[in-house]
Antibody
Framework: EVQLVESGGGLVQPGRSLRLSCAAS????????MHWVRQAPGKGLEWVSG????????GYADSVKGRFTISRDNAVNSLYLQMNSLRVEDMALYYC????????????????WGQGTLVAVSS | QSVLTQPPSASGTPGQRVTISCSGS????????VNWYQQLPGAAPKLLIY???QRPSGVPGRFSGSKSGTSASLAISGLQSEDEADYYC???????????FGGGTKLTVL
């Protein structure tokens, strides 16, 4: 059974940094693309960032480009999101998501989701 | 403002058939496949339809997807109370070089 467990969320002041982690199990981690998708309170889903199986193809939403960095460590089955210069509008539940295939782009889908870790940004 | 456009709400009575639309452009739906996700209240999203019209194992046959040009649709037949949820379409956008979602449709079973 696929399991994705996020950690690292919390309350942070605007302008500060936070690092999210996702521990994956139940599948061959290095065979699939991975993503971060967020959901602000009471709002819809927004793709934040993703990378392919070996990290040589990476993408970011325009809203986080230059501030967030996604990475993975296939040796320990983990996905990360380094978030710098956090803004109030980054406040959301951040989901770790498994891709259906190895590559970043279509054809593909998000076939397993974690329960999310909450990031609150406030002074 | 979402790149993909969905109606904010939809409704139906038990047993009815409802459809949810998703409108995009040539850079996303027009040139790539569409996926649909179901988010039950208080839960993480779940993949419902992939590659326009394919159902993952475990998804009931009552759910079906289709695509034509720059639009896609999700149809739910034999509506049940447990179908009450938010539904999102999504796809890759070649111009943005990223994944985009619709704003979501809240389905109410009356």
């Amino acid at each position: 059974e696929v399991q994705l467990v996020e950690s690292g969320g919390g309350l942070v002041q605007p302008g500060r940094s936070l690092r999210l982690s996702c521990a994956a199990s139940g599948f061959r981690f290095d065979d699939y693309a991975m993503h971060w998708v967020r959901q602000a309170p009471g709002k819809g889903l927004e793709w934040v960032s993703g990378l392919n199986w070996n990290s040589d193809s990476i993408g970011y939403a325009d809203s986080v480009k230059g501030r967030f960095t996604i990475s993975r460590d296939n040796a320990v089955n983990s996905l990360y999101l380094q978030m710098n210069s956090l803004r109030v509008e980054d406040m959301a539940l951040y989901y770790c998501v498994k891709g259906f295939r190895r590559w970043l782009q279509s054809p593909n889908s998000f076939d397993s989701w974690g329960q999310g870790t909450l990031v609150a940004v406030s002074s | 403002q979402s790149v993909l456009t969905q109606p904010p709400s939809a409704s139906g009575t038990p047993g009815q058939r409802v459809t949810i639309s998703c409108s995009g452009s040539s850079s996303n739906i027009g040139s790539n496949t569409v996926n649909w996700y179901q988010q039950l209240p208080g839960a993480a999203p779940k993949l419902l339809i992939y590659n326009n019209d394919q159902r993952p194992s475990g998804v009931p046959g009552r759910f079906s997807g289709s695509k034509s040009g720059t639009s896609a649709s999700l149809a739910i037949s034999g509506l049940q109370s447990e179908d009450e949820a938010d539904y999102y379409c999504a796809g890759w956008d070649d111009r943005l070089k990223g994944w985009v979602f619709g704003g979501g449709t809240k389905l109410t079973v009356l």
